[in-house]
């Protein structure tokens, strides 16, 4: 077919090509949406639960949480979805550190399409109540006076406690002993017994005991201040440039359309900075973050390089 009306028809395709591109994103979703993430109650199940619900919602179509056992069983599903939205993964910072400590099947960069970090969950740097020590400088001084005297409490191998302890001797260049444990309550107890002198944890188990002084809490994870725990420092202020917490994100497949992982990143950035949602966090020991897209690809690709880094150097291997 040839003439005008070969032209019109071939203009009116690429027209309406262009038209499905552009609004491929306003038209989805059709059809409901799951969100895969570790077992019922893990630190990446509530998120997904708020998100589930605000996505329901705003979206029309029903999003519904799939839990999956924790390690890299999520992220290897979701890694071989469709990339069409329809299928999207929540997960913590063990998704991109996990394949720096062993062979995964997937990888975080090249497999998934970042859309927004949820909440971030800072960790508490805490010390026995009767340890000589009030600031972070003073139990680096105590830490190299007294060089492999000093014990933490630490949870498996890779865990975020692990690491972020194992970060602050390499930049603080201290030697302190690890002690392993299996759950956070023996950890805890053994550090207000004083069987080890320092910890790394999550703000909500130990900030009780900072408060009934059975506990001395020094600084916060966070690169800023954290509303969580007012009033205490930084380690970045003694350490520059230290960082580390809970980051807990949500991803599509890699290849899924701008258009949508666009339209999911400014829904969910809504539905977590509505104030109902930000206080739910709050009170479970949280903070939203709300992120672009790009933000959080490049905050990935930095704690990936840090962490990497820090995981080649001193030969940590997943237990």
């Keep these: 077919m040839h003439g005008p009306r070969h032209k019109t028809l071939t203009l009116l395709g690429v027209a309406l090509a262009l038209g499905a591109g552009i609004t491929g994103g306003q038209n989805f979703p059709i059809k409901p949406i799951r969100i895969v993430t570790a077992e019922a109650g893990g630190g990446s199940d509530f998120p997904a639960r708020i998100v589930a619900q605000g996505l329901t919602e705003s979206l029309g179509q029903p999003v519904i ?11 290897e599903t979701v890694s071989k979805a469709s990339p069409d939205g329809y299928t999207l993964i929540v997960g913590a910072g063990s ?9 995964t099947s997937y990888d975080p960069v090249r497999d998934f399409s970042p859309i927004t970090i949820i909440v971030t969950t800072p960790l508490v740097l805490v010390v026995h109540s009767t340890l000589p020590v009030a600031s972070v400088q003073e139990l680096i001084s105590l830490a190299k006076a007294r060089p492999g005297e000093l014990n933490y409490g630490s949870l498996p191998v890779g865990s975020t406690g692990h690491l972020s302890t194992e970060l602050f001797k390499s930049m603080a260049n201290v030697n302190i002993v690890r002690i392993p444990y299996k759950g956070t309550a023996s950890a805890i107890n053994d550090l207000i017994s004083g069987e080890v002198q320092l910890m790394f944890s999550n703000a909500a188990p130990v900030m009780p005991h900072v408060k009934s002084g059975r506990l001395k809490a020094l600084a916060v994870t966070t690169a800023q201040p954290s509303s969580l725990t007012p009033g205490l420092p930084t380690l970045a202020e003694t350490l520059t440039g230290y960082q580390a917490g809970v980051f807990t994100g949500i ?3 890699a290849g899924t359309p701008a258009a949508v992982i666009s339209k999911l990143n400014l829904e969910i950035v809504r539905i977590i900075k509505s104030p109902d949602v930000k206080e739910r966090f709050f009170t479970a020991g949280s903070e939203i973050v709300g992120n672009s897209p790009q933000e959080f690809s490049d905050f990935i690709n930095t704690d990936m390089a840090r962490m990497g880094r820090l995981i080649k150097t001193i030969g940590i291997h997943a237990e």
Excluded: D, Y
């Design 65 to 75: 949480v799939e839990n999956r056992p924790s390690g890299v069983i999520p992220a």
């Design 95 to 103: 998704l991109w550190i996990t394949p720096l400590l062993q062979k």
């Design 251 to 253: 991803f599509a497949p």
